[in-house]
């Protein structure tokens, strides 16, 4: 669907105005800054894999999916605010959807969870809880929401929590109190002082909630200090315990090749030469031939430095224009830009302890998501422009 809507976008770009009627590209800084950045994964494993003299094509997938954003972000910016209403619902649809699929054609991943048969449990979990907190943000966006559709938002916060805890997902529930954090930071400004003190209440009650009622959420989160204490007493094979040796062995990597790391499967190439050191345990080894189980490590180790910026780029670019957007002129836009930067932290979180740029869908669905938002965000500024230079 990503590469539909950019072949569509550029159709419609490249297309005579009058057929369109999309007024030209009048090149700003938001523009350049985020189509740059879009850009930037692809270029990087492409000088990397160029340099090391092997250009692997099945690497070229995933960070192209970020390059065909640009187009529909382009496009969607050209509009004017008031058609991409349809956005309204979508957010909140999708968490329940992420509920549904569990409750209807679960996947087992495992004791006491479940995922899908097209998506593993952790980036399942992830996206579910992140569209949760997009649906609450989404209440009373463009207009006052009457009561249907306000059950309806609430419902989704519901559901993508409740996806969330019966995938269990742990690194994704790290998120819910930074967003949570950045939330009431950004919106305690013109509130009141009961409602800056019954939300964040609020929030605590329902965490407390789920963790008491939820006997595979506590198991989840115990199983954390127990892994610690296995680790310290040489039982490294836990959930935790291979993270943290693959951590130590990317870490080495880093600092053997820093500028343009190993290039095309680097890391996974690496494995056993790690694990015949002692390095790492034959599980750890295993099961580093698929990820790194961090987003950030994933690319330095096999794209260097370069990449390191270039993913690095991908979180900051549109995080800045997010922030920068937070007063806007229009309360939509100043709404999306709320939306774009819990999306954009949320997402940087998850990286932390999985590859969330390693399948086609996520990155497909991050990249989507933010040239959808980042328009909404700034379509404001190009409206105003455009009436500023237009003829009296």
Known sequence: MSIAAAVISLVLLLSPKPWTGLAPIQWDYVDTRLCLAMASPLAAVLIAEMWHGVVEPSTLDSPSRFLAAAPLFLVL???LPRTLT????????????????????????GVDRVSSQFLNAIHYGDIALVLGALSILSLNWWRKDCLLVRIIKIAGLIAGLAASVLTGSRGGWIAMPVVTALILYVRSGNKSRRWNVLLPL??????????????????????ISSDLIHYKQGQR??????????????????????????GAHGFRNSMQSFADAGLLSPLAAQLGRGETHNQFFAYLTDYGIVGGLALLSIYVVPG????????????????????????????WIFGLTVETFDLKTTVSFYATVIAILAALA???DKASRAARVSPQ
């Open 77 to 79: 910016r050209q509009g």
């Open 86 to 109: 349809w956005t309204d619902l979508s957010f909140a649809l999708g968490a329940l959807a992420s509920l549904g699929i569990l409750l209807i054609a679960p996947q087992n991943s």
């Open 202 to 223: 609020a929030i605590m009650a329902i965490l407390a909630g789920v963790y008491a009622f939820s006997p595979a959420a506590r198991d989840r989160v115990s199983n």
């Open 237 to 262: 094979d836990t959930s935790l315990g291979i993270r943290l040796q693959l951590y130590e062995a990317a870490a080495n990597i880093v600092e053997s090749h820093p500028f343009l790391g190993l």
């Open 320 to 347: 800045v224009i997010f922030w920068k957007r937070l007063n806007a002129p229009t309360g939509p836009a100043r709404r999306a830009a709320l939306m774009g930067l819990t999306f954009v932290v949320a997402f």
């Open 378 to 380: 700034t379509c404001a």
